[in-house]
Nanobody, 121 residues
Framework: QVQLVESGGGSVQAGGSLRLSCVVS????????MGWFRQAPGKQREFVAV????????KYGDSVKGRFAISRDNAKGTVLLQMNSLRPEDTAVYYC??????????????WGQGTQVTVSS
């Protein structure tokens, strides 16, 4: 069983930065592509970023390009999301997800519980 635990959420003013962390346990971390998603109240879940298992392929959602950066440390079983120039519209619960594929997944097999990010104007 794979478990994903997010941390690093919190409250920040617009223009500020946060770094989210997701620790993966239970299986070989390097076998999974890792993604970040978010969901704001009353809205559908939105894709934020994804990184392939070896880290060679990265994609971002249009709304976060140039502001967010995803990275991973396979030795530590951790994936990070550095969020800069935060805006009030970035306010959401952020979820980490893992997919049993080497490339960019279309579906994910495991999800974390989420961490709240609140950006005030």
């Amino acid at each position: 069983q794979v478990q994903l635990v997010e941390s690093g959420g919190g409250s920040v003013q617009a223009g500020g930065s946060l770094r989210l962390s997701c620790v993966v346990s239970g299986r070989t971390f390097g076998s999974y592509a890792m993604g970040w998603f978010r969901q704001a109240p009353g809205k559908q879940r939105e894709f934020v970023a994804v990184i392939s298992w070896a880290g060679g392929t990265i994609k971002y959602g249009d709304s976060v390009k140039g502001r967010f950066a995803i990275s991973r440390d396979n030795a530590k079983g951790t994936v990070l999301l550095q969020m800069n120039s935060l805006r009030p519209e970035d306010t959401a619960v952020y979820y980490c997800a893992a997919a049993r594929t080497a490339g960019i997944p279309s579906d994910y097999d495991y999800w974390g519980q989420g961490t709240q990010v609140t950006v005030s104007s």
